[in-house]
């Protein structure tokens, strides 16, 4: 049994590092160990190990497939841990680097849920691939005792939401001790009181992921809540997390005796960094406010994630004296006006309000927006930050965002290019020679592979169906399974936040239309939806309403179908089974949008607006555009062009394309564009070409601004 007990042992050190997230093989393990269970437990390795007697664990050790599958895992872990990476290669003598990086959620695998969307996501695949590339980063965040929240939809179609209350203890992450044993604590004030403070640690591959989180006895109900929800609170829950973050964030490093020489802000709400980093600035290492400021500033890179200015959190002068007054003057021993001046503009008269974009450019030397258009955009948003610089010189950079590939894109995927190019999923998926070959994929098995992942999408749907029915109390025995979806349709996929500006009913526009599209006989096309709107946002809960009762009129029964419950999951049937990815937003209102680069490696075809990285992105010969390069903001001046160029192409060019088969009922045509969207965008529109272009860009130039401070004050 003593063997059984290390190999259980090395299980659950294999369940402590979320490196399973993102790696096939290992998810594959925790299948072999029992499928049902994996998926009841919601893909959460701790739970599934919990739930597995001994006598389970002898049988399954006994089992030689799966103990060779285990040796193998073990043995990969390791690799990876060990192995060499971008970092080691080309900063062998660099060691004293540590960024942190700031983000209010982070989208890793569904059983942790401290994300709500594409922001979190991002900063997931960001920390993943630094990770992957050996990069000396670390994550810090908010543990949300209940998340973000979970969607289910009302027999109107009416969008509900209810919570799920996380039990930590039962997640691959770890509380971290002191000395004695006891939780580590750190602690910050606001509005006269204390707030404790206790940090848990998540391990990424290489890295780890730090989570504050303030629900702890001490602290009074008010603020045990701070980390209750995420994005759930009113305006001064919210000031109080960003105070908690960005003040307890640099603190809880500290008490780890982790001291960043470079911060990575991803979006505003981690802005209050600055404030903290600056005191100590001035404690450590004795310099004067301006002196610890201007190393602050040199050492800090903001990323901005939106076009318009309502996506930023703004405070008021009162609130921001409720809770921040003892702070600023007894530890930065500001006055009232010094303090709000920093979420102003650089020469603000007007100090109102507090905002914490102004208060991130204030202390960034390196600020950049998430794809071409978007610097663009936002260098025309914050044009009052520079007076008299000529547009294209402001500084406000652009990298264009990416996704994690090795988490995104299905499995079968990964082992049929791999079947091709044995060392493909190795250091350099960013460069684009790796990808160049992959046009050679037999047109055959890369579709086989393709409709293999959309058969899956179908099932997942029609059992989501099935409970969802069941959920609203509808009968279920009416409903004809086999009849829920098409395999032979060409499927299209919809699947994000429902902000009004993405149009989410655009498609809707001419019903008669649609019914003609849809029920070809010989051409079917069927629609699959699925997204969250904001609790508060009553237009977002219209649009939903509105396509579910689409989805129960006779004509589109079983061809338009919504999924509730938008999540890590649900994307990845969604990206992996669709053929088609719709996105039309206003543009120039989304900043970048990921999920139609997760399509990508799936061997599915974007069709978007030409806004965010689609407008970089964006050739004929691999995708299709609705629309050109025309702006609307807030108007519906573009609604009727982009709907009839939406259809139009839809019919005309799409659909034709997908139903064109040669002679062994292929759609070669089709399939070259596939590959075509592979080969072209793969290598650029992932997270290891951003997290490199982040630090050849930034990361290093901050590293050495910060060093030459120190440098030029201890010879002072
Ligand atoms: C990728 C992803 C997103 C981001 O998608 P966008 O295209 O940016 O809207 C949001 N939610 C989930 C669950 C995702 O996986």
């Known amino acids: 049994m003593e063997n059984i007990s290390d190999k259980k042992e090395t299980l659950y050190k294999i369940a402590n590092n979320l490196?399973?997230?993102?790696?096939?093989?290992?998810?594959?393990?925790?299948?072999?160990?029992?499928?049902?269970?994996?998926d009841k437990v919601g893909h959460n390795p701790i739970k599934l190990l919990d739930a597995i007697d001994d006598e389970r664990f002898k049988n399954l050790f006994e089992d030689d497939e799966f103990l060779h599958l285990f040796l193998n895992v073990s043995r990969g872990v390791q690799n990876y841990l060990n192995g060499n990476t971008w970092y080691k290669t080309n900063y062998p003598n660099e060691n004293k680097l540590?960024?942190?990086?700031?983000?209010?959620?982070?989208?890793?695998?569904?059983?942790?849920?401290?994300?709500?969307?594409?922001l979190g996501v991002l900063s997931g695949d960001h920390i993943k691939s630094a990770s992957d590339l050996g990069i000396p980063l670390i994550g810090i965040g908010l543990l949300y005792s209940k998340g973000y929240f979970q969607q289910a939809?009302?027999?109107?179609?009416?969008?509900?939401?209810?919570?799920?209350?996380?039990?930590?203890?039962?997640?691959?992450?770890e509380l971290q001790r002191d000395e004695n044993n006891e939780p580590l604590k750190v602690k910050v004030r606001i509005a006269g009181e204390n707030v404790f403070i206790q940090i848990w640690k998540i391990n990424?591959?290489?890295?780890f992921l730090y989570l504050l989180d303030t629900d702890i006895e001490i602290n009074s109900k008010q603020n045990r809540e701070i980390t209750e929800t995420l994005y759930g609170g009113d305006i001064e829950t919210r000031i109080r997390q960003e105070i908690v973050m960005g003040i307890g964030g640099i603190r809880a490093l500290e008490a780890l005796?982790?001291?960043?020489?470079?911060?990575?802000?991803?979006?505003?709400?981690?802005?209050?960094?600055?404030?903290?980093?600056?005191?100590?600035?001035?404690?450590?290492?004795?310099?004067?406010?301006?002196?610890a400021k201007s190393l602050c500033l040199q050492s800090n890179i903001f990323t901005t994630h939106t076009p318009v200015p309502a996506g930023i959190d703004v405070f008021t002068r009162e609130l921001i004296n409720k809770c921040m007054k003892e702070y600023y003057r007894e530890e930065l021993k500001l006055s009232e006006d010094e303090f709000m001046t920093l979420g102003n503009l650089p020469n603000g008269l007007e100090l109102s309000s507090f905002n914490m974009a102004h208060l991130a450019m204030n202390s960034s030397m390196y600020v950049n927006g998430v794809?071409?258009?978007?610097?663009?955009?936002?260098?025309?948003?914050?044009?009052d930050r520079f007076n008299g610089i000529e547009k294209d010189d402001i500084p406000i950079g652009s990298i264009t965002n990416g996704v994690h590939l090795k988490t995104h894109t299905a499995s079968n995927m990964q082992k049929l290019f791999a079947k091709f190019l044995p060392d493909f999923w190795g250091n350099d998926l960013y460069k684009k020679d790796t990808w160049n070959s992959l046009t050679d994929l037999p047109d055959n098995e890369l579709w086989e592979v393709h409709n293999e992942n959309k058969n899956k999408l179908i099932n997942f749907t029609r059992q989501s169906v099935i409970k969802q029915s069941m959920d609203k109390g509808i009968d279920i025995s009416n409903i004809d399974l086999e009849n829920i979806l098409n395999p032979d349709a060409l499927t299209i996929g919809f699947a994000r936040r429902f902000a009004t500006y993405k149009r989410a009913t655009?498609?809707?526009?001419?019903?008669?239309?649609?019914?003609?599209?849809?029920?070809?006989?010989?051409?079917?096309?069927?629609?699959?939806?699925?997204?969250?709107?904001?609790?508060?946002?009553?237009?977002?809960?219209?649009?939903i309403q509105a396509i579910y009762k689409i989805s129960l009129d006779e004509r589109f029964k079983n061809r338009i179908v919504f999924l509730e419950n938008y999540n890590l999951e649900v994307a990845r049937y969604l990206v992996s089974g669709c053929d088609l990815w719709l996105n039309n937003p206003r543009r120039p209102l989304e900043a970048s949008g990921t999920s139609g680069m997760k399509v990508v490696t799936n061997g599915g075809l974007n069709f978007s607006i030409l806004d965010g990285w689609w407008d970089e992105a964006f050739t004929p010969d691999l995708g299709w555009k609705i629309g050109d390069r025309e702006n609307s903001f807030n108007s519906d001046f573009n609604d009727e062009k982009d709907i009839h160029d939406l259809?139009?192409?839809?019919?005309?060019?799409?659909?034709?394309?997908?139903?064109?088969?040669?002679?062994?009922?292929?759609?070669?045509?089709?399939?070259?564009?596939?590959?075509?969207?592979?080969s072209e965008l793969s290598w650029f529109f992932n997270t290891d070409r951003m997290v490199t272009e982040y630090f050849n860009k930034y990361y290093i130039h901050a590293l050495k601004n910060y060093n030459n401070i120190l440098l030029e004050k201890s010879l002072n």
């Open 19 to 38: 490196f399973w997230s993102w790696d096939s093989e290992t998810r594959n393990l925790f299948e072999k160990i029992d499928l049902d269970i994996w």
């Open 98 to 118: 540590t960024i942190a990086y700031f983000s209010a959620e982070f989208g890793l695998t569904e059983c942790v849920r401290i994300y709500s969307g594409g």
């Open 153 to 173: 939809l009302d027999k109107e179609g009416w969008q509900k939401e209810y919570y799920i209350i996380e039990d930590f203890h039962k997640l691959p992450i």
């Open 204 to 207: 990424l591959g290489r890295t």
């Open 257 to 291: 005796n982790i001291t960043p020489n470079v911060c990575h802000m991803n979006e505003g709400h981690s802005a209050f960094l600055s404030l903290e980093r600056t005191k100590m600035g001035m404690e450590k290492y004795g310099l004067s406010f301006n002196e």
């Open 371 to 383: 794809s071409k258009l978007h610097s663009i955009v936002s260098r025309e948003l914050w044009a």
């Open 506 to 543: 655009l498609i809707f526009s001419d019903l008669e239309k649609l019914d003609k599209i849809l029920n070809n006989q010989d051409h079917p096309v069927q629609i699959i939806f699925a997204g969250k709107a904001h609790p508060q946002d009553h237009a977002g809960k219209e649009f």
């Open 647 to 678: 259809y139009n192409v839809l019919e005309n060019e799409i659909i034709p394309l997908y139903f064109n088969r040669n002679e062994q009922e292929l759609p070669n045509l089709w399939i070259e564009k596939v590959k075509n969207s592979i």
